[in-house]
T-cell receptor, first 115, second 116 residues
């Protein structure tokens, strides 16, 4: 099992450009999440999904959109990149069995620089 | 308001010393979960432990141990006899809310440097 994979690993964008980050998991997890990690701030939740076809806003959703058309994939889109979106982006997934907050499994991260 | 506060920003120790990372959380829920994750220099996030609010037993896993105290809203992490491979950023996280809608709130992290 590959676990959680993210594509691409690195990307440099110019202000105003758009891009999509792809997250894929092979653990049949119901829940998927997108976070951003900035120095000294831990990880902050951007958007999440509780199942195929659903999405919800997290703590810092502005400037991002997401889609979950297939259970195993969760896409994060930046329509018009800004320098403030320079960050490391992590995708995570977890099982939804029972009413328990099981641990999340993280992808390797995508380092995005917006110039 | 910050839900999870990691008291130390950075800790530097010499190999074989013990190191304790303090985590203080804030929630109004009676059911919640606490986690610790490790982020080594390679960048990935590695799950270490999950604890629910009804289980205050301390836990030991090899050189790692955790002390959960609801009375002080703390979930502290100790590495005994530290090794260079323990050098990493450690995150404490809280999951609260409605069942099925649990989201993680992370602390800012504690950077641990273990010198040989």
């Amino acid at each position: 099992n590959a676990g959680v994979t993210q594509t691409p690993k690195f990307r440099v964008l110019k202000t105003g450009q758009s891009m999509t980050l792809l997250c894929a998991q092979d653990m049949n997890h119901e829940y998927m999440y997108w976070y951003r990690q900035d120095p000294g701030m831990g990880l902050r939740l951007i958007h999440y999904s509780v199942g195929e076809g659903t999405t919800a806003k997290g703590e810092v959703p502005d400037g991002y959109n997401v889609s979950r058309l297939k259970k195993q994939n969760f896409l994060l889109g930046l329509e018009s990149a800004a320098p403030s979106q320079t960050s490391v982006y992590f995708c995570a997934s977890r099982t939804g069995q029972g009413n328990i907050a099981y641990e999340q499994y993280f992808g390797p991260g995508t380092r995005l620089t917006v110039t | 308001a910050q839900k999870v506060t990691q008291v130390q920003t950075e800790i530097s120790v010499v190999e074989k010393e013990d190191v304790t990372l303090d985590c203080v959380y804030e929630t109004r829920d009676t059911t919640y979960y606490l986690f610790w994750y490790k982020q080594p220099p390679s960048g990935e996030l590695v799950f270490l432990i999950r604890r629910n609010s009804f289980d205050e037993q301390n836990e030991i896993s090899g050189r790692y141990s955790w002390n959960f105290q609801k009375s002080t809203s703390s979930f502290n992490f100790t590495i005994t006899a530290s090794q260079v491979v323990d050098s990493a950023v450690y995150f404490c996280a809280l999951s609260e809310g409605r069942p099925g809608d649990y989201k993680l709130s992370f602390g800012a992290g504690t950077t641990v440097t273990v010198r040989a």
